[in-house]
């Protein structure tokens, strides 16, 4: 077994033990110490595929000394059976590179790890569950960036969906999300107006923000943190749209009257605005009105109202006959 397979189990572990916390606060104790020690396992793997090697997994162990390789080079090697400690892992792991990860919520759980391994802990069963939701959020910043998977690879769908439904990691990828989101440079102020009513495509998850921001816009895409379904800067473009007009769209689908979003006929997406005869992706490049009936872009002036003008001129003349 891998050191990665016993920081999976130990995390899975930790789950089984925090969801059974509402009937028995005992398990909160197992939890912890499950959950905090397959985090620093994780942290470790890393730890020990950035060692060179034939190095003895330099990086990984607490002591290290100096040698020379079959070259005569000098290099560090590991000593003894001792691995890194806490402060220790932090360090190596930022000084490798490794940035972008909050160490204060992993700080707090060993923390309080080492209050339970002394037989008491300042905060009540509901506080330390608190507490360990949002450690779970160290799963989703160092995984997918530095172990090269996603969190349900590692720890399987059923197990992920659990995770992010908790409040205390939900509430800070949603901000993460808001933040990212704002960043994107929008074409369109509908876009940038009503960002926050982006969704993901799949599972409709508010979870979702950008891989990296870049030029053109066009190109971004949005990865959603709850299934990992990856989604274009179009379709994000169609959620918030779709969103925004959601009431105004229900009532022409039901009550009849002109849709205030349609199909464009150009780019094919779901982002044409039929009041301003524009496109919110294809924007100075939009075509004109669509034939209601056909979808081919419409040359002549259009008169709102009259449904009819709405029509192109094979389309208006089948009524006609009919």
């Known amino acids: 077994m891998t ?24 398990r909160a104790l197992s939890a912890i110490r499950n959950l905090s020690a397959g985090l620093l396992l994780m942290f470790k793997v890393k730890l020990q595929e950035l060692s060179p090697a034939d190095s003895n997994e330099a990086f990984l162990k607490q002591h290290v000394t100096t040698g020379l390789d079959a070259d005569g080079n000098p290099v ?41 391994e002394h037989y008491y802990s300042k905060l009540p069963p509901s506080g330390l569950a608190e507490a360990m939701a949002a450690s779970f959020h160290l799963i989703q910043q160092f995984v997918p960036r530095f172990l090269d998977r996603t969190p349900i690879e590692l720890l399987g769908e059923d197990l992920w969906k659990f995770l992010t439904a908790q409040e205390a990691f939900y509430n800070r990828e949603l901000e993460i999300c808001k933040v990212a989101n704002k960043e994107v440079p929008w074409g369109h102020e509908l876009l940038k107006d009503s960002v926050e009513l982006l969704q993901c495509p799949a599972c409709k998850s508010p979870l979702i923000k950008p891989v990296a921001l870049v030029s ?42 002109e849709a205030p979003l349609e199909h464009c006929s150009s780019c094919g ?25 056909c979808g081919v872009t419409l040359e002549s002036e259009i008169d709102n ?11 208006r003349y089948a009524l006609q006959a009919d």
């Open 216 to 257: 053109p816009a066009s190109e971004i895409a949005f990865a959603c943190t709850c299934c990992a379904h990856s989604a274009s800067y179009a379709e994000a473009a169609e959620t918030i749209a779709t969103k925004h007009y959601f009431a105004d769209l229900y009532y022409a689908l039901t009550k009849g009257g």
């Open 76 to 116: 560090w090697l590991g000593k003894g059976g001792q691995t890194v400690d806490v402060r220790t892992i932090q360090e190596r792991l930022e000084n490798l590179g490794v940035k972008g990860i909050d160490w204060s919520l992993l700080k707090k759980l060993t923390n309080m790890r080492n209050d339970v």
């Open 269 to 293: 997406h779901f982002s044409y605005l039929t009041e301003e005869f524009e496109c919110l992706l294809c924007l100075e490049d939009s075509p004109g009105p669509a034939c209601t009936e």
């Open 305 to 315: 109202d009259d449904d009819m003008t709405r029509l192109c001129g094979m389309c």
């Open 3 to 26: 050191m990665l397979d016993n920081a999976v189990s130990s995390i899975r572990l930790g789950i089984e033990d925090f969801k059974t916390i509402p009937a028995d606060d005992a």
